[in-house]
């Protein structure tokens, strides 16, 4: 007998804590219910053996011995805890004073395998601690006594049947051991009687110091092997020992199961609490053992699915004995605010030895595996060890191929998470939440932006490094350093700092008011500081001479040196971000007025304002005046410090109109406003209409908006104003649609007006034309293959207010803003498209492709998006959708087309597609490899978030093979509110089928079939569905370079009769491009075919036709196609199209 539990020998007594233990007696040889102690069960003190039970140990709480002769009674009142070796000796209570009846064992820590059958000459009955071994089973009651005297509790007996290798002919020999008791308490190992075995006629054992072999008259039959330490293990398995136990307790869990389900699925011990109190409630020969049997081997789904929690998590067991031997990782983002330096994500280092934290703010994830690389180089030059171990998430920037055949290459091993398990990287995800609240907290001391967390990152890290460890009493800088950490340079976190400035001329300050960010070094190793720049947040100061202002506000700060800096507090025209702090225009929300007028912005008149201008703060006049901008005497700071602020004069306002602008700027004026908001937080929902816009809190940026776009518009000669005429017989109203977003520094908001027509007012017959070519998914994926396969540079751009450049064939009659013009029966004539009429979209596809053919790019016939053209003899596309588009070429080519188009349309450029987002799509390409991977990621993220399902389970697959959608499950009276969610979820996956996901295309296919009146059963399968989608939401698209040649394959299949209600088919068509697909499509074949070779014929059909539309688009891009390759797994349908006879006498064959 053995035991793992503290690798070394001790007693059979100091085994693990007991799985058996009686509720009745306290003992822990057997269960309550077998307790020989209760009325109704066997007493052992009433039957033979007398003399021995009387020998009771009050330590033990057992039979066996007197407390006098306690061994380990006097151990443990001496309060040492040496090992006296001796052996196990295990005696029945029927054979006390034969001296054959003991079975010496000796211990050793290593046997721990559950079915290590031990070979014993010193036991009398063979043992076994499993009851799921035994083939036959009785009840019995017996005792087994142990060197130290402690007994074991005996509670069955039976036969055990094994199966031995040792016939000298290799056939398997299976012998059944009789008489085999059953004691739980016993360890692991399994302890066989060689007495016992050799009671039987002829049985006869030989033996040496490799083996003992057990023989019969017909030869061996056992072999046992040395095991460990002079220990002998037989060379058996057991037979079937599940199947076993399940036929001897299948009527035994039949009665426990009924009783289970009775009770509304108690629990196991709530069932052990119900059969010990009413015994009656079950077969009195059942026992506790037999309740927890049947619990530990029957499987009820009510209980696991309704019960089900997740699994605690051990402590690592890896000993780390030097720093860098295992090292934690994560990233954490994207961060709700981008930083100063334009970083989204943050990613983390953790050594597990010391402790140390290591951070960066990166921009993309993407770059964790380039800053990895260079922290590791850098420390292992640092110190004398080596990073052997990186323990992360499974997520891409870690599993890439270039980052894990780079490790390899070092010798470092990954320990990548299971997915969805961050606790497996605990230690990296509590290092992400410690930093994060240190990061809330900083930002939170003196008000900063969110822009300023990879800022407040850096001093989180300095103070982290000198807090102590309480498992070692020293910081985690002395630990990494080997020396001890100083807190001189220490300073609260953006408290003022005024930095020396060595440029001052005279008269001037010699100071420069900054933020304290962290302690830094200068380039010699000397001590430093790193602050911000007050006026400029982009500009970064290290400077060593530094006085600290720890208790001043910013504030206090701003106005201490406001007469140095009056000129960065003028508010910058339309586009240009305001100073980051400029308290008389953008106060805290504390000081913000709690009333705000109703009536329309107002402006400053000419005659209140003159002699006043050193009374407006530094205010810049011609600014104020371009934004309307005006700030009353009720909106100045009523805080605290309001006496030491200037105070702005008593203003006369008057309505302000939207005015048509006299002058003709050269620069196209920006249909939106970028204005600093400090710390007020942006609107959750843009205003609905021109009331709520110039009546609540961001009045004055809407209304700058909103002059900004009439500017657009006088600018680009979009309407005049005329009276109503006899010719204006149609007249469309507009309305105001606004939008506001935060820019890439998050104390900038953008604040976006747009008139747009309301298009349902039009009639039909006053208007031409509608139809505007839209880049084909298809089209777009070729376009992109092509430029994967030759490694062209793409560059991505979007026409601002595009439909403006566009002229109407018909003008038309609109009304005018509101308080666009003081007479209300002016009309506006429009001549220029506008956002929100129908023909709007064809008049600018028919403005930007007439310009296009000016610059020597044409429309191609297969796809009326995309452009061919030529420069320098070298191919240049060009590829539209609305008002964005691509071009793909010679970089130098790309370059000089982008300035073509900008001298024509003002042109937000984008830069190049690699890392970029087009129409909702993330882009990345590998130009080594020759491919671009296209992901829905952020979208799909969306989609979840949006129907609730962010915390559903996974689903491995979309939709079950055998499931059955039926009309007939639709409701009979429509659900309007389920069908317009249902609706909006089939649209969604559509949209994502079209774009990257045609493993969807299938599933999305059958619960489009249902929009028109869905039920409660086609709702679970689309819920479905979106499982699948969280499950498989980072898969990409991989398009591209795979062959040589643009050998083009086609694949199509049919499901004969896949729609049981109507005996309609499914047809299924992918084609390949360059190796990798471009196009797919699932489609019911409106009509009924006969048979599965009729289907497949016709998926074929459809197959071909789409398969020469894309062989014609390549051609006409300049490729020639010498290969097309069609597949298909029916015989007759190849057959018919080899031979061009369609063959109506195939045979028909139902299929259901």
């Known amino acids: 007998m053995a035991s793992c539990q503290n690798q070394q020998p001790h007693s059979a007594m100091a085994v693990t804590p007991p799985m058996v233990h009686c509720l009745y007696c306290g003992q822990s040889s057997h269960y309550a219910a077998d307790c020989p102690k209760q009325p109704r069960s066997y007493n052992p003190k009433a039957t033979e053996g007398k003399t021995r039970s009387n020998r009771y140990c009050d330590f033990h709480r057992s039979s066996g011995h007197n407390t006098s002769e306690c061994f380990a009674k006097d151990q443990h009142s001496s309060g040492k805890t040496y090992f006296r070796p001796q052996a196990n000796v295990v005696l029945g209570r029927n054979q006390v004073e034969s001296p054959q009846s003991y079975a010496l064992s000796l211990l050793c820590p290593s046997l721990s395998h559950p079915f290590t059958f031990l070979l014993d000459t010193g036991c009398t009955q063979t043992c076994v601690n499993d009851r ?179 699994m605690s998590f051990s402590a690592s067991s890896t000993v780390i004995s030097q720093p860098l031997q295992l090292v934690h990782t994560d990233i954490q983002g994207p961060m709700p605010h981008t930083s100063l330096g334009g970083a989204r994500y943050m990613l983390t280092m953790v050594d597990e030895y010391t402790d140390y934290h290591w951070a960066w703010a990166t921009k993309s994830k993407s770059d964790a ?219 805290p929300p504390s000081a913000l007025p709690q009333d705000i007028p109703s009536e329309p912005l107002g402006r400053v008149d000419d005659e209140s304002t003159e002699g006043h201008s050193a009374d407006v703060s530094g205010v810049d006049k011609s600014t104020a005046d371009d934004h309307q901008f005006v700030i009353s005497e009720d909106e100045t700071d009523d805080g605290e410090n309001a006496e030491d602020t200037h105070a702005l004069p008593r203003t006369h306002l008057r309505p302000l109109l939207l005015r048509r602008s006299s002058r003709l700027s050269r620069t196209l004026p920006q249909a939106n406003i970028l204005i600093d908001i400090g710390t007020r937080q942006l609107p959750s929902t843009p205003p609905a209409t021109y009331c709520q816009a110039v009546s609540g809190p961001f009045r004055v940026e809407w209304e700058a908006a909103m002059k900004a776009e009439m ?28 939008t506001c977003s935060s820019t890439a520094n998050s104390h900038e908001a953008k604040f976006k007006a747009r008139w747009v027509a309301r298009w349902f007012e039009q009639r039909e017959g006053t208007f031409g034309d509608t139809y505007s070519p839209v880049a084909d998914g298809t089209s777009r994926r070729i376009f992109l293959s092509i430029v994967a396969h030759e490694n062209l540079t793409i560059r991505q751009g979007d026409v601002n207010t595009a439909f403006l450049y566009a002229k109407l064939d018909d003008p038309i009659w609109m009304k005018p803003p509101p308080g666009y013009t003081p007479d209300p029966d002016d009309l506006c004539y429009v001549t220029n498209a506008i956002y929100g009429l129908r023909q709007s979209p064809k008049a600018f596809y028919d403005r ?114 055998d499931l059955q959608l039926w009309e007939s499950d639709m409701p009979s009276t429509p659900d309007e509110k389920l069908r317009k969610r249902y609706q909006e979820l089939v649209g969604c996956l559509t949209y994502l089928v079209a774009c990257t996901r045609y493993d969807l295309a299938y599933s999305v296919g ?29 898969f990409t698209l991989t398009i591209g370079f795979e062959r040589e040649r643009p050998i083009i394959e086609l694949y199509t299949d049919s499901d004969h009769v896949g729609d049981k209600e109507n005996r309609k088919s499914v047809t299924g068509v992918l084609i390949y491009v360059f190796g990798l697909v471009v196009y797919w499509k699932s489609k019911k074949i409106p009509s009924i075919t006969k048979s599965s070779w009729e289907s497949e014929y016709i998926a074929l059909s459809n197959g071909a036709s789409q398969l020469i539309w894309v062989r014609q688009l390549l051609e006409q891009l300049g490729f020639t196609v010498p290969t097309v390759l069609t597949r298909s797994d029916n015989q007759g349908a190849i057959a018919s199209v080899k031979s061009g006879q369609l063959h109506l006498t195939a045979n028909t064959v139902s299929c259901c």
């Open 711 to 738: 500017d657009l518009f006088e600018k680009l000669r979009v309407w005049t104003i005329r009276k109503a005429d006899s010719k204006a017989t149609e007249v469309v109203s507009g309305r105001w649609d606004f």
């Open 1006 to 1034: 059958v619960l489009a079939r249902f929009c028109s009146n869905p039920g409660q059963v086609h709702m679970e399968a689309a819920l479905r569905v979106l499982a699948y989608l969280a499950c498989t939401k980072h």
């Open 848 to 961: 930007i492709a007439a310009h296009l053919a000016t610059i020597g790019l044409i429309p191609i016939e297969a796809d009326k998006c995309i452009f061919l053209g030529k420069r320098r003899n070298r191919r240049v596309m060009l590829m539209i959708y609305a008002d964005d588009f691509v071009v793909a070429g010679a970089a130098d080519d790309v370059a000089d087309v982008f300035e073509d188009i900008k001298r024509e349309f003002e042109v937000d450029d984008r830069g190049d597609l690699n890392p970029g987002q087009l129409l909702g799509m993330q882009f990345t390409r590998n130009r080594k490899q020759h491919i671009i991977s296209i992901s829905q990621q952020a979208y799909i993220d969306e989609v979840l978030d949006r129907f609730g399902s962010t915390s559903i389970a996974p689903r491995r697959i979309p939709m079950p093979p």
């Open 369 to 587: 595996a380039g800053a990895i690389k260079d922290w590791i180089m850098q420390v292992e030059r640092q110190t004398s060890h080596r990073v052997v171990t990186i323990r992360s998430d499974n997520g891409g920037e870690y599993m890439s191929n270039d980052f894990t055949s780079w490790l390899a290459s070092l010798g470092i091993t990954q320990q990548p998470s299971i997915p969805d398990t961050p606790q497996q990287n605990g230690k990296a995800e509590r290092t992400n939440r410690t930093i994060e609240e240190k990061i809330t907290a900083l930002l939170m001391e003196y008000g900063l932006p969110g822009s300023f967390w990879a800022e407040a990152l850096t001093y989180a890290l300095y103070v982290l490094a000198r807090t102590v460890r309480p498992s070692t009493g020293k910081t985690r800088y002395e630990h990494w350093h080997g020396r001890p950490a100083t807190y001189d340079r220490i300073h609260v976190f953006g408290c003022t700092a005024f930095a020396h400035n060595p440029k001052h001329k005279k008269h001037q300050s010699k100071s420069t008011p900054c933020w304290f960010i962290s302690p830094s070094e200068d380039s010699f190793g000397k001590q430093a500081y790193r602050l911000v720049h007050k006026r400029n947040v982009q500009k970064v100061i290290y400077s060593r001479n530094v006085i600290f202002a720890e208790d001043w506000t910013m504030r206090t700060a701003h106005q201490y040196g406001q007469d140095n800096y009056s000129q960065s507090k003028t508010l910058p025209a339309a586009g240009r971000s305001l100073p980051l702090w400029t308290p008389d225009l953008t106060d």
């Open 132 to 310: 799921s071994l035994f083939t036959t089973y009785e009840p019995y009651t017996d005792e087994l006594f142990v060197a130290s005297g402690a007994s074991l509790g005996v509670v069955g007996k039976g036969t055990v049947n094994v199966v031995s290798q040792s016939r000298s002919d290799g056939q398997q020999v299976e012998v059944s051991f009789s008489n085999v008791w059953h004691v739980p308490l016993l360890s692991s190992t399994i302890l066989v009687s060689l007495g016992q075995i050799c009671q039987t006629d002829g049985i006869t054992f030989t033996g040496n110091r490799e083996e003992i072999v057990i023989s019969d008259q017909t030869g061996p039959f056992f072999t046992a092997s040395a095991y460990s330490r002079n220990l002998w293990a037989l060379d058996v398995t057991v037979r079937s020992p599940t199947a076993v136990a399940h036929l001897v307790t299948s009527q035994v869990n039949k009665e426990i199961d009924l009783l289970h389900r009775r009770m509304g699925h108690l629990c196991c011990m709530s069932m052990y609490a119900l059969v010990k109190s009413n015994p009656e409630v079950l077969n009195k020969s059942i026992t506790s053992q037999d309740i927890k049997r049947y619990y530990d081997s029957e499987f009820c789904v009510p209980c696991v699915t309704s019960r089900q929690h997740r």
